[in-house]
């Protein structure tokens, strides 16, 4: 029998096939908008129509890339914040419970001394 696989092993494969599927449509929506844009220029030769799309695709590709590299950049800042602010809660409510139960032993404690 075969072992399963890590359970980060497949997030990550997970990841890795939803960036390759949203790659793709990104490809396919630069494509499309490329036809839509020379498709009312009548006078461009075959030729010259593709190069336009090709240089349209290669724009659009290069723009989205930057687009996702800056949100992935942002996604990152935001986890470590995020996760610096719930250790700073963490080490808070902590502290809240010991002083809690500090206060409740003592009193207890004088209570029982009664």
Known sequence: MSALPERGTADELGNMVEGYLLWQARVAEAEQRAQEFVRPMEWLTTSQR?????????????????????????????????????RQLRRRCLGLALTVCAVLTTMATLLSAL
Do not use: W
């Not at 695709?57 to 610096?84: F, G």
């Open 50 to 86: 593709a190069e336009i799309e090709s240089h349209y695709v290669a724009d659009s590709l290069q723009r989205a890339r930057r687009d996702m590299e800056r949100i992935a950049a942002r996604s990152l800042s935001l986890r470590a914040e995020y996760e610096h602010r719930y």
